[in-house]
């Protein structure tokens, strides 16, 4: 079984991408093939050395998205840009020959070999009636009950997409482009999880569960140890460790240790609001939980330098 995975991303997450494929490639016991959706091939092209000449990597095919005249909700003051709602065209964009393929989101990382946990499911999936396979998110009754009046779905069922095992054949009978662009048209400011409302009110009845190893949802600010089951951890959500406020914290080491690996720097420092980005490094010297960082004078060095580009 050859395995494909998918990777939907843009400039702004052009290094997260690199850290997250560079550690499956590592993990992984077999040669993968990589398929990627982006809007400017060019400029991950120009930083991907690492994983194009890695021993587990197989082909890589980079596509280009082209926008047209689309139009994608809710993007203003978001942590994610346009490059989430890539995935929806996948049945023109990937080739016809694919018939099943892992999308992952770029704020994953491989903590351990799932090979054998990625055959499984595709297997699974292959003998059921199911299109997709994703973890079910863990919502209050309260959060439950907006999802079904907002989405008109059962949120029970909703599930998380940063991890889907997809089988294209059975999503290419269901045309999901078109229905994609009918919800976003009827839908649209109520997509308040964009495009992962889109998948769940289309697959609400036609989802596989899959087990939370294979998508560790961590919450970055409590420190937790991993189970030692994780295959892939999720740094989902708007608090990520390549802010200043999430790379002070002990949960970010997963990401900060891969992104080493690629012999970029100690680490990965993007900033949203400049302001806050201060205020937290004054916050973290102040307090000495700046020493989570384990390169504290490295940190404080990396920071100054990314705000003054």
Known sequence: MSINILYCFDDNYNLQALTSINSLLDEASEMLDIYIIHNNPDSFNSLSKNIQTHKNTKNITITKFEKENLNFPNLTNSHVSEATYYRLFIERLLPNSLDKVLYLDADIICNA????EIKENFNNLSDSEKTVASVFENFSPAEIKELEARLNINGNKYFNAGVMFIDLEKWRKKSIESLSIEIIKEKNNELKFWDQDVLNIIFNDDVAEISNSLNYIINIEKETSIPKAT???HYAGSFKPWTVR????????HYMSQFRKLGLGKFHITHSWKLSSISYLIKSILSLKIKNTRYPFSFILQVIRTLLK
Request: hydrophobic share 40%; charged share 35%; aromatic share 6%.
């Open 246 to 253: 999430g790379a002070i914290e002990k949960n970010s080491i």
């Open 113 to 116: 070999d799932p090979i054998k």
């Open 231 to 233: 295959r892939f951890i």
